[in-house]
Nanobody, 122 residues
Framework: QVQLVESGGGLVQAGGSLRLSCAAS????????MGWFRQAPGKEREFVAT????????DYADSVKGRFAISRDNAKNTVYLQMNSLKPEDTAVYYC???????????????WGRGTQVTVSS
């Protein structure tokens, strides 16, 4: 059973930065693509970013492109989300998840973390 544990969330002022981490258990981390999603209160969960197994391919939601960067360290079984120029509308619970390939579609992800809260104040 794979476990994904997010960390790094918190309260930040608009324009600030945060780096989220997602640590995965097990020995198969490098065999899977990883993604970040978020869910704001009263809204559906939405795609944020995804990265391929070796990190060679990334994809971002238009709303975060140019501000967020996804990366991974397969030696540490960890995927990161660097978030810069944060806006109040980025406030949400952020989840990492595992998939067989880099995709925007949440049904294609089989394991999910419990999430970490990000709050951006104006």
């Amino acid at each position: 059973q794979v476990q994904l544990v997010e960390s790094g969330g918190g309260l930040v002022q608009a324009g600030g930065s945060l780096r989220l981490s997602c640590a995965a258990s097990g020995r198969t981390f490098s065999m899977y693509a990883m993604g970040w999603f978020r869910q704001a209160p009263g809204k559906e969960r939405e795609f944020v970013a995804t990265i391929s197994r070796n990190g060679g391919r990334t994809d971002y939601a238009d709303s975060v492109k140019g501000r967020f960067a996804i990366s991974r360290d397969n030696a540490k079984n960890t995927v990161y989300l660097q978030m810069n120029s944060l806006k109040p509308e980025d406030t949400a619970v952020y989840y990492c998840a595992r998939s067989s390939y880099a995709t925007r579609e949440s049904p294609d992800y089989d394991f999910w973390g419990r999430g970490t809260q990000v709050t951006v104040s104006s």
